[in-house]
């Protein structure tokens, strides 16, 4: 299964995705309509501490994608969430996020754990 990231202000529904919101806090602006033919996943997002840390500059990306990876090591959610996936007969699973870095976020680091997981 293939496994990529989008921001959910670009993302259309696709046949043969299957596509989750992974923010722990709905995105601004967003309609829950717009978000149909998504899930959320609330459980696979960083901690409330974890994430308030790392939006206030408090820890850098190389620290929080490692506290992120240990959260991620100690919870079913992950496993859980490609079980799901699979189970709908999907060919890629699109995890969904609001922030406005592309490559310095929580979805990159779910992701690469996913593909570890995946394979």
């Known amino acids: 299964m293939d496994i990529r990231t989008e921001r959910v202000y670009d993302w259309s529904p696709d046949a043969g995705e299957y596509a989750t919101l992974v923010d722990r806090l709905w995105p601004r602006g967003v309609k829950k309509e717009r978000l149909a033919a ?13 994430r308030k840390r790392f939006h206030a500059g408090t820890v850098d990306f190389p620290d929080f994608a490692g506290e992120y990876r240990a959260e991620l090591e100690g919870s079913d959610a992950p496993a ?7 189970a709908t007969g ?11 870095d592309t490559t310095h976020n929580h979805a990159e680091v779910l992701a690469d754990y996913l593909r570890g997981i995946a394979a």
């Not at 998504?38 to 974890?50: H, Q």
């Not at 859980?80 to 699979?86: D, Q």
């Not at 699973?93 to 406005?100: D, Q, R, T």
């Open 38 to 50: 998504a899930s959320w996943d609330k459980e696979v997002a960083p901690s409330p501490d974890l």
């Open 80 to 86: 859980a969430l490609v079980n799901r996936a699979t």
């Open 90 to 100: 999907a060919h890629t699973l699109v995890l969904l996020f609001a922030s406005k």
